[in-house]
Nanobody, 127 residues
Framework: QVQLVESEGGLVQVGGSLRLSCAAS????????MAWFRQGLGKEREFVAA????????SYGDSVKGRFTISMDRPKNTMYLQMNSLKPEDTAVYYC????????????????????WGQGTQVTVSS
């Protein structure tokens, strides 16, 4: 059974930084693509960033390009999201997701392509 566990989020000031982590257990072969999604109050769950395990290819949502960086430590089977220059619109519950498939870049943003989900962690950005 694959389990994904996110680190604690937090309260951050506008322009600040925060790093999230997601640790996967139950077999690295079951998390060949990993991603971050987020969901604000009253909003749909939206794509943030994703990474392929094999070649570390990455994809980002338009709203976070240039500000967020996704990475993966394969020996630890842990994924990270470094968030810089945070804005109030980044406030959301952030979810870690995993897929046994190694998705092509254009498919990495599709939430329906992920089989495993973490419990979510709250990130709040205040001015």
């Amino acid at each position: 059974q694959v389990q994904l566990v996110e680190s604690e989020g937090g309260l951050v000031q506008v322009g600040g930084s925060l790093r999230l982590s997601c640790a996967a257990s139950g077999g690295a072969s079951s998390t060949n693509t990993m991603a971050w999604f987020r969901q604000g109050l009253g909003k749909e769950r939206e794509f943030v960033a994703a990474i392929r395990r094999g070649d570390r290819k990455t994809s980002y949502g338009d709203s976070v390009k240039g500000r967020f960086t996704i990475s993966m430590d394969r020996p630890k089977n842990t994924m990270y999201l470094q968030m810089n220059s945070l804005k109030p619109e980044d406030t959301a519950v952030y979810y870690c997701a995993g897929s046994s498939r190694s998705w092509i870049l254009s498919a990495m943003s599709n939430k329906e392509g992920y089989d495993y989900w973490g419990q979510g962690t709250q990130v709040t950005v205040s001015s």
